[in-house]
């Protein structure tokens, strides 16, 4: 005895459903990769750093992030990395999770005030510091192993070498040749 006529849906009307269904994610996905660019850009405006070269100086000048925060990519012994400028971090503070990609070697145990408090981290010299055209040698650095972040706080043992100002949202960077 066969059921009630309704009882199997129309599997032409369910391939419909699921393709509309698929068109949706497909127009979502499409709409992400199309603004995707723009988010980026609100998190960090410096991804791509131009560089002016005068007689004296190289300058870089900085937009800040949504956040008010100034990121900037730039490298580490040549490795791309992402810094957060920090004027309160006496050193450049890097999460142990990027100074073990970038092959950094922990040294001496420090005990340094943190915003959660007083931690250990430990020493290291960075050999090459770029931000842009901008190259600083030598830099000291500490690997902090509770910092869990994927910007690099870039302190002062390097902004010391640099010459700094701020007009209005823009900070530039300038390196004395």
Do not use: C, K
């Not at 957060?84 to 450049?92: E, K, N, S």
């Not at 420090?110 to 010299?125: C, M, P």
């Not at 869990?148 to 004395?176: K, N």
């Amino acid at each position: 005895m066969n059921g009630p006529a309704n009882s199997n849906p129309n599997p032409t009307r369910r391939v419909g459903w699921v393709m509309g269904l698929l068109a949706w994610f497909a127009f979502a996905g499409l709409m992400v990769l199309a603004f995707q660019e723009q988010l980026d850009n609100l998190l960090n405006p410096n991804r791509q750093i131009e560089s002016v070269h005068t007689a004296e100086a190289i300058e870089i000048t900085l937009q800040p992030s949504r956040g008010g925060h100034y990121l900037l990519n730039g490298t580490i012994n040549g490795q791309s990395v992402t810094f957060m400028l920090d004027t309160g971090a006496t050193q450049v503070a890097i999460p142990a999770s990027i100074a073990e990609d970038l092959g950094l070697q922990r040294g001496n145990p420090v005990q340094v005030r943190t915003a959660n408090g007083i931690v250990t981290a430990y020493q290291t010299e960075l050999n090459t510091v770029g931000l842009g055209d901008i190259e600083l040698d030598g830099v000291a650095a500490q690997i902090l192993p509770g910092y869990d972040s994927d910007a690099i706080l870039l302190g002062m043992s390097a902004l010391d070498r640099l010459d700094w100002r701020r007009e209005g949202q823009e900070l530039t960077l300038r390196f004395r040749r």
